[in-house]
């Protein structure tokens, strides 16, 4: 029995798996048709430059030895036997398919990963790219983590993503249809939206086919469209109190066997403009699985596929 009022990855990771399994950030070298001018050059507003890697190893290395340096640094604090390769930095499918599959496979014949979690984009997964991991997740899983950070395409088209919400249904679909586990990231907090609009997108998302969902607060960071926004005039970011209460209300709309991958997120220190409370992230997790204990959404219900 879980002793969070969600069903975590790291829950589910140990039924799979049996024990803790440890997530080791790659930078494989890619860019984004946001950036390198197909859509547009500026990226989307609240990306950073390190493409939402900023966590990665470095792009200097190989796969091979970003994973053994990520072993070795996590090694120094606990013991730990089995990995998930996270192809986070940039569009992680956004390259020809040879150079894909050498990726890939190249993080998969390491005989301690069990599964690789590919970040991109909905319009950047081809019929031939959909294929290469349908063939390579027969090897070992391939979660595919696909960022909509809202519903909303007004919304969008402010934050400069470059494609629209009908283009993530169909790439879902068909990815829903090869069998391919889809995990969805939602961004709460982006200027403008509200809660009712905030809600809208997890009701959307909790009836589709998606395995998994990451909810991230809004960082607003230092070098990013949003943070020079900010800087010159800045919008309303959440409190830790508000955050989590329309957190846990969108947890409550969630399908009680959905893997939850993220609650929060991170933002580098050094690049954080807001919310800074944020970096304090013992205590953020503290407060909010307080909370839920005392909104009583633990009493009778526990968010767990065996209840």
Known sequence: MTDKPYYSVNEYLKQTYGEKVYRLSLDAGFTCPNRDGCISSS?????????????AGSRLLSITEQLAQGKEKLRQKCKCHKFIAYFQAFTNTYAPV????????????????VALSV????????DEVL???????????IWIELGLQTIHDETRQQMNSGFSYDCFQNTLMRLHERNI??????????PGETQTDMLASVKAVSALPVWGIKLQLLHVLKGTALGLQYEAHPFPVFTLEEYTEILIDCIEQLP???????ITGDGPRALLLAPTW??????????????????????????????
């Open 278 to 307: 944020s970096t304090n992230k013992k205590h953020v997790l503290n407060y909010i699985h307080r909370r839920f204990r005392e909104r009583n959404t633990w009493q009778g219900k526990l968010f767990h596929p065996n209840t």
């Open 43 to 55: 990226g989307c507003a609240f990306c950073s430059a390190g493409g939402s890697g900023d966590f």
């Open 98 to 113: 040879a150079k894909l599959h050498a990726l890939y496979t190249e993080a998969m014949a390491d005989s301690e990963v």
């Open 131 to 141: 294929s290469l991991i349908a063939e390579l997740s027969e090897e070992k899983p």
């Open 181 to 190: 586990p889809v995990i969805v990231h939602l961004i709460l907090g982006l």
């Open 256 to 262: 009680t066997d959905m893997v939850i991958h993220r």
């Open 119 to 126: 970040a991109t984009r909905p319009d950047c997964i081809s």
